[in-house]
Nanobody, 126 residues
Framework: QVQLVESGGGLVQPGGSLRLSCAAS????????IGWFRQAPGKEREGVSC????????YYADSVKGRFTISRDNAKNTVYLQMNSLKPEDTAVYYC???????????????????WGQGTQVTVSS
């Protein structure tokens, strides 16, 4: 059974950090590009970051560039999203998703992704 499970969300103060994990089971992540998306209440789902399968190339939304870092550990079949300098506007449910093949500069197109996790809540508030 193909499954993606996100973890690591929670409540954090502005300026704090969290590391999200996306663990895959039932398939190998090696061949897939992995995207992180988020959705805040009343807003559309937006692309946050993506890491390609072949060369590990990374992509970021302008709103998180310089603060978030995506990485993958194929041995653990897991992708991570390190989030630093968090802001209240980062509050959302965060999802990971897979896509094959790599989308390159179109990585943010959520409709292209095949498998999705159930999401993890991130709340940034004092």
């Amino acid at each position: 059974q193909v499954q993606l499970v996100e973890s690591g969300g929670g409540l954090v103060q502005p300026g704090g950090s969290l590391r999200l994990s996306c663990a895959a089971s039932g398939f190998t992540l090696d061949y897939y590009a992995i995207g992180w998306f988020r959705q805040a209440p009343g807003k559309e789902r937006e692309g946050v970051s993506c890491i390609s399968s072949s060369d590990g190339r990374t992509y970021y939304a302008d709103s998180v560039k310089g603060r978030f870092t995506i990485s993958r550990d194929n041995a653990k079949n897991t992708v991570y999203l390190q989030m630093n300098s968090l802001k209240p506007e980062d509050t959302a449910v965060y999802y990971c998703a897979t896509v094959l093949p790599n989308l390159g500069s179109s990585w943010y197109r959520a409709y292209e992704y095949d498998y999705w996790g159930q999401g993890t809540q991130v709340t940034v508030s004092s």
